[in-house]
């Protein structure tokens, strides 16, 4: 009895050694969880609240893909990239788009260039664009001297966020320097001005210091937000908007100096940038003009595409962007694979994108002079009309043809209308535009790089100085205000931080080219010579592609900025989301323990046999 029981012991003894081994499982790092929500347009849940964890870097688009799927996304393609207009089967329809929420806070980017934070709630809701927001607020920063820092109104809030998520997403979380303290958070710094000695940013509501932090005041419909840097002496009557007892002296409009060298750099690393990115035909215009290099695969790319769309395209926007693409590149527009874009434009629906389908349609008509039959649908005076009959009384113009103007939309009319400047009925129009443009620079209205760019371009293009005179105040122009916004790899942001995006620097590459070619006197970045034509086989007629003439809404908010082409050296990640992989912790041991058990039966079995035998 006590020989088995010694048996039995050494049995444990040896499973004990060979369990000594295991490991202790190592658990993955704590994921960022995040949570996505996508409401109709009666606030319906389309998709409830969803939690998911987010990976490295992961942004808002792939948070909504992740939590749908990608089959349940419907896209349209747009001037600007593919626009979202179905979630779920849900779709936008006319005067309808798909906005974008952070935290309950109207995002100010795309939900591809918005990195989510661990803890962000991001919500898409379908949206009548014609009809006010339920709830607004405004921000405003101003600094030491109570100079305007940022200014952005009618933000639109849903849910209950509060002000420092305001000033978090309105600005961009990277421009928010904070503290965490035992009285909640403390601003350290707003767009680089840091909060030193005896300064600090004082909050205030609807002018007044609130008697809260920000992060403990919940937004209220038509809140004012400012935050103003101040010290702990204040001088009496000042208030959080900026306003002082002491009446301030308007000053004349300063110059502002950038050197031709300075532009010529901004521009050599703004077309580094772009070749080492995503190249489409915004970038081919810029790096034509500029005098680079145009990567090889860009137009066999695009014969490519008009092959497998059969040169047909439902939105004009693209028909005309191909056609300024195919022409910068060296190739003719009229019959590319051929495909005759330009009579497709000039045939085609151009009023179906509001306003920016047909100024578009006039710069890709003029932009190598092609000639129109009178017998088109749009010839280049209709198209002057169409548009100047519908300028607001303020000078300015809405893609929507309403009443509230916008400054993209009023720059690109003026880029389109400026080879016609001279002409009855138009120069008036013109200068009113530029008036609109002037005043809303100097009301600070000008807030983002996209827009500024966009002035940038119209001006050029009018052969007016967008740097001085009118574009200029406290010793900088608008061109300068441009170069504030490009980082250090060339690219630019779209409204301060250091992330550079593609669809951000076509714009400022743009505008930077445009506001060479104007220093230089070597005419508009939208115009072109057609390539000779050499002495060749018969070839077939050009086709007209089939246009499509049904009238749809424009959706508003850009989703994922995508690009056709793509540079041939860089790596692109695929849309598709696969999850987000835990590190692989595993080992054999569970194995090797099963294994060693076996064995131990098998010869525990063997040993009795053997000495039953022996008894």
Known sequence: MLKRKNLWMSLLLVFMVLTSGLQTPVLAAEAKQGTVTVLGLDSTAVVPEKTLPLGEKETAAEALIDAVGKDNLEYTDTSYGPMLTGINGVKAGENQFWAFFINGISAQVGPDSYVLQNGDKVTFRLTDFTKPANSSVSLKILDDKKNTVAELSSIEVIGSPNAFQLLQIALGTDQVGFEETQYGKLITSIKGIKAEGSNYWAFYVDGKMAAVGAEGYQLQKGNQISFQLESYDPAPGDGGNGETTTPTTPTAPTTGTITAQDLQ????????????????????????????????????????????????????????????????????????????????????????????????????????????????????????????????RDGGWAWDESTTSDIDTTAMILTALAPFKDQAGVKEKVDAAIKYLSSQYQASKIDNSSTAAQVIIALSSLGIDSNTGDFSKDNSGLVQYLLSFQNKDGGFDWQGGDTSDPFTTSQGIQALVAY??????????????????????????????????????????????????????????????TGHALPNTATNMYNLLAIGILLLIAGSYMYMRQRKLNA
């Open 516 to 577: 060479q070619l104007f220093t230089k006197e070597k005419g508009s970045l939208y115009h072109f010579n057609l390539p000779e034509e050499t002495p060749a086989a018969e070839t077939p007629a050009a086709k007209t592609p089939a246009v499509d003439t049904t009238k749809t809404p424009q959706p508003t908010t850009v989703v994922v900025e995508t690009k056709t082409k793509t540079n041939s050296n860089t790596n692109t990640n695929s849309n598709t989301q």
């Open 265 to 392: 750099t901004a521009v050599n690393s703004s077309s580094a940038y772009v070749l080492k990115n995503e190249v489409g035909e915004w970038q081919v215009i810029a790096l034509k003009q500029a005098g680079k290099e145009i990567p090889k695969n860009y137009l066999t790319d695009v014969q490519s595409v008009l092959k497998e769309k059969q040169g047909k395209f439902s939105r004009i926007t693209d028909t005309e962007r191909y056609a300024l693409g195919i022409l910068a590149a060296g190739g003719n527009p009229s019959n590319a694979e051929g495909f005759n874009l330009i009579e497709a434009i000039y045939n085609g629906n151009v009023t179906k994108q509001g306003l920016n389908g047909v100024a578009y349609a006039l710069i890709a008509l003029d932009s190598a002079n092609f000639s129109v039959p009178s017998s088109a649908q749009w010839t280049k005076e209709k198209l002057i009309s169409y548009l100047t009959d519908r300028q607001n």
